[in-house]
């Protein structure tokens, strides 16, 4: 069974700072992982995916993740945290036989202070 | 270009009542997937249909139900709706049915069962 552990409910960090959401995965096939972003009251928004390709993953605004199959991790990063990277962030891996089923994590809510 | 519409954003329902979400995928996707993501929590997978299909089934009792139309569209209608019911409801999109090209989520309805 896959499933997907967040590590950090809540990561506080300063403006101008590196961000680090920490994610760990447990598949029983090759997964495809993803990260997405969700703002107050708004859906969610595909942040990067990996899917078997490059271990190092850039995606939008900045973050990328990179694919750590001996640590089963795949760790959210962004070198700089700008004030409107505030928001929820789900680590999602895929449900390996169960076609298009997505397995969310349960969220890590970042802070970005001035 | 429309992204993934859903209606109604809001409602408000008793318990016991039925209700009809709606969605519509972005223009030629022909997958669509629901979720339910109850407030604090990672959203949780209820239904994936492709080409009008059932491709897959959550946890959720049988009073949760689905189709998808012809025009690719979908409806989840959930009966004799409880308290718990009370969740963000998401939709979401995929051109091809498979994961490689990750999801497109709308924004959600907010369903208050009271």
């Known amino acids: 069974a896959q499933s997907v552990t967040q590590l950090d409910s809540h990561v506080s960090v300063s403006e101008g700072t590196p961000v680090l959401l920490r994610c760990n995965y447990s598949?029983?096939?090759?997964?495809?992982l993803f990260w997405y972003v969700q703002h107050p009251n708004k859906g969610l928004q595909l942040l990067l995916k990996?899917?078997?390709?490059?271990?190092l993953v850039k995606g939008i605004n900045g973050f990328e993740a990179e694919f750590k199959k001996s640590e089963t991790s795949f760790h959210l990063t962004k070198p700089s945290a700008h004030m409107s990277d505030a928001a929820e962030y789900f680590c999602?891996?895929?449900?390996?036989?169960?076609?298009?089923?997505?397995?969310f994590g349960q969220g890590t809510e970042l802070s970005v202070k001035p | 270009d429309a992204g993934v519409t859903q209606s109604p954003t809001h409602l408000i329902k008793t318990r016991g009542q039925h209700v009809t979400l709606r969605c519509s995928p972005i223009?030629?996707?022909?997958?669509v997937s629901w979720y339910q993501q109850v407030l604090g929590q990672g959203p949780q997978f209820i239904f994936q249909y492709y080409e009008k299909e059932e491709r897959g089934r959550g946890n959720f009792p049988d009073r949760f139900s689905a189709r998808q139309f012809p025009n690719y569209s979908s409806e989840l209608n959930v009966n004799a709706l409880l308290l718990g019911d009370s969740a963000l409801y998401l939709c979401?999109?995929?051109?091809?049915?498979?994961?490689?090209?990750?999801?497109?989520f709308g924004s959600g309805t907010r369903l208050t069962v009271v």
């Open positions: 598949s029983s096939y090759s997964p495809s």
């Open positions: 979401a999109s995929n051109g091809q049915g498979t994961l490689n090209y990750g999801y497109t």
């Open positions: 223009s030629g996707h022909k997958s």
């Open positions: 990996y899917t078997s390709a490059a271990t």
């Open positions: 999602v891996v895929s449900g390996g036989n169960q076609g298009g089923k997505l397995i």
